[in-house]
């Protein structure tokens, strides 16, 4: 019996793949109708997202397959959605950041700014968590946290590997997360037998400083989740946001792009860190602050041991390479085209030198990302620039480019190009087949709820499903619901649609919620239990700051108290008799 269990659960997957289009088959041959065509596709597709037993990327391929052989869109509509102009904009801005990683930028950067900022206890976290949350603006969190965390635990190696070193001799506190005993080597009478004095704060500091080691993993991990929300394309549920705005309001006039998410998702994300920061200083570190930033001690001697090994490490990068400097200026430049194409508050260089004949720009933040990686691949890597070549001796080869292909081919993340594509072509064969407009009827009762309250909900519900999924799978299903939502009962759906986005990205409970969560808790020293309870404060914490940015500056940039012209369609049934819900926080 025990036997055949096993062959069942190896095969788990197959069964799973094969009994849930069986199980679902009722619902189209019941109903038959276009929306409940689309809804099963969901459903299926839902499914197996949350139990991963195909690859991601396979299951957001089934609309090809589905759509078509439904009646619901053709085929050559639904494979247009695999490749928009965010996905271009996916693409081009991880070639830039596959330039940077390939260069080691973001590693000197990492060094340079945890030189500045010292090894006292609060301020190494604090060092860890804003270079992390930065890189993480700009390449992707898996890549940041695999970084970071290697050069986290060097330098506490080194820390904690002094402190034994000096024991006898001095007491280095500078990891003393609090008061301890004197280390003197007393001896006690306990029960006839001699006992050495200095056992009891020796496990003491070994336990503080396990804890200082899970405090510094964590926040390298939950840094990187919440940087990858400042910008665009820090994450990709960003852009399943932009890709589903101008997918399902093609009139929107490009209210989404790379300068207005900024203007909305940085502050959030500062005020987000800061409070992670200080929390998990508090669960970690403890209360005595005096301590955990190192007032009154003698920092010269305490801190050598740790910044040896970050300007070792910095040491070995040498002086900036020709390839360093000019991935250096082609970065910052994408970063000033990015914001001054259009701006919004002031006429952008897209809405005057590249407009078209109704004032539009014609480029997007997907040209820009384009425009410089092909820079990259035309600049080569040292100036002047002829080599030897290795495999021919006495023949001269140029250097490589700054980027070539098979670095961006092993690098690039084409799983999620593809998952990407499968949440537009969802988001649109539900827009055909009527599924968007029957789901907004439904939810018109939600009316009656403030919309403060309805966006706080609605994140709580993001949070813990992102826990159990991925986050681009996450977005991709509620995205569109709460678009038609938001169109039932007369709400900006940018209203509900943006802070539901950033609830996606608060995955801190469990190891399997993201990627970095996964690669800190490979590295050992973490259990379940430490992640869930840093991680349930976190969340909660990540809910109110949401909340918070969505009814104060976010109104003024997205315009939030009125209800667009671009959000009316024909189909929707607007309840424009109802002036409180249109304005949140009503």
Aim: glycine share 6%; with cysteine; hydrophobic share 50%.
């Amino acid at each position: 019996m025990a036997t055949c269990w096993q062959g069942l659960w190896a095969y788990r997957f197959y069964l799973i793949v094969l009994c849930l289009p069986i199980f679902l088959i009722p619902l189209p041959i019941v109903v038959r109708t276009k929306e409940a065509y689309c809804a099963y596709a969901i459903i299926l597709m839902a499914l197996l997202w949350c139990t991963e037993a195909l690859p991601l990327a396979i299951t957001a391929l089934f609309p090809v397959v589905l759509f078509p052989l439904m009646g619901i869109m053709e085929a050559s509509e639904v494979c247009i959605e695999y490749f928009k102009d965010t996905n271009i904009l996916f693409f081009g801005g991880l070639m830039v950041a596959i330039a940077v990683e390939h260069w080691n930028l973001h590693k000197r950067i990492a060094l340079r700014v945890l030189l500045i900022i010292g090894v006292r206890p609060a301020l190494l976290l604090l060092g860890f968590m804003l270079v992390t949350a930065f890189l993480s603006m700009w390449i992707s969190n898996t890549a940041t946290t695999a970084m970071m965390l290697p050069i986290g635990h060097a330098v506490l190696e080194q820390l904690q590997g002094s402190q034994k070193n000096v024991e006898e001799g001095c007491d280095n506190t500078t990891f003393e997360l609090q008061e301890t005993i004197s280390q003197k080597d007393e001896v006690k009478l306990d029960n006839g037998q001699a006992v050495s004095a200095s056992s009891e704060p020796r496990e003491q500091k070994a336990q503080e400083n396990q804890r200082f080691r899970q405090g510094l993993s964590l926040c390298i991990c939950y840094s990187a989740s919440i940087g990858g929300i400042a910008t665009l394309t820090g994450t990709t549920p960003n852009l399943v946001l932009q890709g589903q705005v101008n997918s399902l309001f093609p009139g929107n006039d490009n209210v989404v792009n790379f300068a207005s998410w900024f203007g909305f998702a940085f502050p959030t994300m500062i005020i987000l860190l800061l409070l992670a920061w200080l929390w998990l200083q508090v669960l970690f570190l403890g209360f005595n602050f005096r301590k955990n930033f190192g007032f009154g001690e003698e920092e010269e001697d305490r801190k050598q041991a740790a910044f040896q090994v970050i300007k070792t490490q910095h040491r070995l990068l040498g002086s900036m390479s020709f390839a360093e400097k000019t991935v250096t200026a082609l970065f910052v430049l994408l970063v000033v085209l990015w914001f001054t194409r259009e701006p919004g508050f002031f006429p952008g260089w897209g809405d005057t030198a590249f407009a078209n004949e109704n004032g539009q720009s014609m480029v997007s933040d997907g040209t820009v990302a384009i425009f410089i990686s092909l820079i990259m691949f035309l600049i080569p890597s040292k100036i002047p620039g002829l080599t030897q070549d290795p495999k021919k001796p006495g023949k001269l080869k140029a250097p490589p480019a700054i980027l070539t292909w098979k670095t961006v081919t092993d690098k690039m993340p084409w799983n999620i190009v593809i998952l990407l594509g499968g949440g537009f072509a969802l988001a649109k064969g539900s827009e055909k087949s009527g599924l968007s407009e029957w789901l907004g009827d439904k939810l018109t009762p939600l009316q009656h709820v403030p919309p403060a309250a309805t966006v706080v909900i609605l994140c709580l519900l993001i949070a813990i499903f992102t826990e159990c999924t991925s986050n681009v799978a996450t977005t991709t299903l509620f995205l569109p619901i709460l678009a038609s939502m938001a169109q039932a009962i007369c709400l900006h759906p940018l209203y509900v649609m943006l802070p539901c986005t950033l609830a996606a990205s608060l995955a801190f409970m469990l190891p399997v919620a993201t990627p970095p969560n996964a690669i800190v808790f490979s590295f050992g020293g973490l259990k379940v239990s430490d992640m869930a309870r840093a991680g349930f404060l976190l969340n909660i914490l990540g809910v109110l700051v949401i909340t918070l940015s969505i009814n104060s500056w976010s109104i003024s940039i997205f315009d939030l108290n009125t209800f667009p012209s671009w959000a009316h369609s024909n189909a929707s049934q607007c309840l424009l008799n109802t002036p409180n819900s249109t304005k949140p926080g009503l």
